[in-house]
């Protein structure tokens, strides 16, 4: 058999594997391909991948470099390889190889994998520009209409972050996340009615979505539907007891809206011993001194005011003026 017959054999056999999920069986084949053709980079290519089902992301960066040592200008392995330096962590190495693939790919991939790098890197306005970029080379994209929504929402361009959610579920009408943010941004510009709607269609897809359970309780929170809002509360936390803002956002609710002032200092308790911030501490210091614990209020309020809580700081001043604060924090990133 000649070796072109051999490496047509071991391709066929590797694409049985593949498809069978058997991908230690067809790395076997792909590394054996790579014997027979040394100057070539797709073997690499392919074994990287079925390293990287097996879980073995180093393996599979390593496979990935014998590639680009064949074919340094490949802008796909280049791609490939920011994306598992991303998923290493390794989002400083990754940058430089996700720009070369961006300079070539003729869809918006490349583009939008170099604005997760670079957000990752609390580079903000490059990251903006780079999703802004890959929805002018591809502006049909759903991911890049969403990731460009999150951008605006963090800075807090709300109706400007919905306009590219409801494109991004336009385009994806399953696309979870994208309605979870949507209920988000509706509720913070005062819909709290569309809120529930798309917060409701988030966990209709997802009913383990933290986030979407969350916001669907502010919501409901927001529109007096107590019952509502609390069942919501209790399913994010079911879901993860350890997200800090949950746990205060809940605990404000019980020291508002109920009696039950154990539940609610625990809760609050619990979120500031997670995430001891601003945030936390001024939901637990206001209804401390509500409770008429002026001392231990006061503490929890000084902290949260020396790490620039406003709202904190206007408590110590003026006291407690009684009026529940029921709008969601813009705090996850």
């Known amino acids: 058999m000649s070796d072109d017959e051999q490496l047509e054999a071991l391709q066929q056999r590797a694409r049985a594997a593949l498809d069978s999920e058997s991908f230690d069986e067809a790395l076997q084949f792909y590394l054996e391909a790579a014997k027979l053709t040394p100057e070539q980079a797709w073997p690499w290519v392919y074994a990287a991948h079925c390293h990287e089902e097996l879980g073995n992301l180093d393996e599979a960066l390593d496979k990935l470099r014998k590639a680009e040592a064949i074919a340094p200008s490949n802008w796909k392995t280049q791609r490939y390889i920011g994306r598992v330096l991303q998923e290493l962590g390794r989002s400083v190495e990754a940058e430089a190889p996700l720009r070369r693939a961006a300079e070539n790919d003729p869809a918006a991939i490349s583009l939008i994998y170099l604005f997760s790098v670079l957000s990752r890197l609390g580079r903000d306005e490059e990251a903006e520009e780079a999703v802004r970029q890959a929805l002018v080379v591809e502006p049909g994209n759903d991911e890049a209409h969403y990731n460009l929504g999150v951008s605006l929402r963090f800075r807090k361009e709300y109706i400007n972050a919905e306009v590219h959610f409801r494109r991004a579920v336009e385009l994806d009408s399953n696309y979870m996340v994208a309605y979870a ?3 988000f941004v509706l ?43 609390e069942f919501q509360y209790k399913e994010a936390i079911r879901i993860d007891d350890e997200v800090a803002i949950g746990l205060a956002l809940y605990g404000d609710f019980l020291g508002s809206r109920t009696d039950d002032r154990q539940k609610a200092e625990s809760n609050l308790r619990r979120a500031v011993e997670l995430e001891p911030s601003g945030v936390t501490r001024y939901y637990l210091g206001k209804h401390l001194l509500r409770w008429g614990r002026e001392k231990d209020a006061r503490e929890q309020l000084a902290a949260a005011a020396s790490d620039g809580h406003e709202k904190a700081r206007i408590l110590l001043v003026n006291g407690d003026q009684n009026r529940p604060l029921v709008t969601p924090l813009d705090t996850r990133k």
Not at 188 to 196: F, I, L, Q, S, Y
Not at 215 to 229: F, I, N, P, T
């Open 181 to 183: 943010e949507l209920g």
């Open 187 to 229: 509720q913070a510009t005062g819909r709290n009615e569309e809120a529930v709607e798309a917060s409701l269609k988030a966990v209709d897809l997802d009913p383990n979505y933290y986030w979407a359970r969350l916001y669907l309780a502010s919501a409901y929170y927001a529109l007096d539907a107590h019952d509502q809002a």
